[in-house]
């Protein structure tokens, strides 16, 4: 059977990368005494995998994985255990059961992602004026900033540089407060990082805003069902169960 445990990860547990969080939650299931499903041949290791891995420096409250097991206890009895082994900065949110079909893994299934962005000037000191005016200036040009035909984004790549147009990966931004709230397209074949439309609004309001300067909150993941807009899209974690 499967489950897909979502997870926070939040205070400096964020700089911690994707492959030592992977072997922090082998352990912490070790600990918690999962009954994990081991893989054929000569090395092997618990059948996982994450929906989207989280880049440093970046906070969530909807991290996912996909965890295959022999046997499950229940749901809340599944999310205390792990619990009662995390690092402070790690919190288990749910345990659910999820259909054993391929079609249904999270890192499949993933279409979308919405985050909450700030900039660290304004939640850390709260005193930078120039920054605040540029982060009014640039919430005021959002509708604006949208209705643009097309917004064009050079991106890297091994092969070398090519442009893209992201306005059609952006499906919805707004502000929130000081900050800016953004669904976005997230996967293997469009995945927009979400400061990549901040710089691009920045530049828009003629301002210019280096990445390290924005802090970067991920709300939750979500997959493309059924509907249009906005409402075509669902939380991974809709598609699992409790176990009784």
């Known amino acids: 059977m499967k489950l897909r445990i979502k997870f926070s990860k939040t205070g400096t547990m964020k700089y911690i990368g994707h492959l030592d969080v992977m072997r922090y939650f ?27 891995p989280l880049g440093v420096g970046i906070t969530s409250e909807g991290e996912y994985f996909d965890l ?9 009895e599944m999310k205390q255990r792990l619990n009662a082994v995390m690092a402070d900065g790690i919190t288990v949110l749910s345990v659910l059961q999820i ?3 391929k079609k249904y893994g999270g890192m499949r299934l993933l279409a979308a992602a919405d985050y909450l962005v700030s900039l660290k000037q304004l939640t850390d000191s709260g005193n930078d004026t120039e920054l605040a005016e540029a982060a009014a200036e640039a919430q005021k040009l959002i509708p604006a900033f949208l209705e643009q035909k097309e917004i064009l984004l050079e991106k890297k790549t091994k092969k070398g540089s090519k442009v893209m147009d ?7 931004l707004e502000p929130r407060g000081d900050a800016f709230y953004l669904f976005v397209s997230q996967g ?3 995945n927009l990082r979400p400061e990549y439309v901040i710089e691009k609004l920045f530049a828009f309001a003629g301002r210019e805003i280096p990445a390290q300067n924005l ?7 979500f ?8 409402n075509r899209f669902r ?4 598609y699992g169960e409790a176990c009784p």
Do not use: C
């Open 99 to 101: 259909p054993d079909d």
């Open 68 to 76: 295959e097991v022999a046997s499950a206890a229940s749901s809340e």
């Open 26 to 52: 082998q352990k912490a299931l070790r600990r918690a005494q999962f009954d994990t499903t081991l893989s054929g041949g000569f090395s092997p290791h618990m059948i996982m995998s994450f929906a989207a």
């Open 188 to 190: 293997s074949v469009n």
């Open 223 to 230: 997959a493309e069902a059924e509907g249009s807009g906005q």
């Open 166 to 172: 992201i306005r059609p990966l952006i499906y919805r």
């Open 215 to 221: 802090k970067i909150h991920r709300l939750d993941l």
């Open 235 to 238: 939380s991974l974690e809709s």
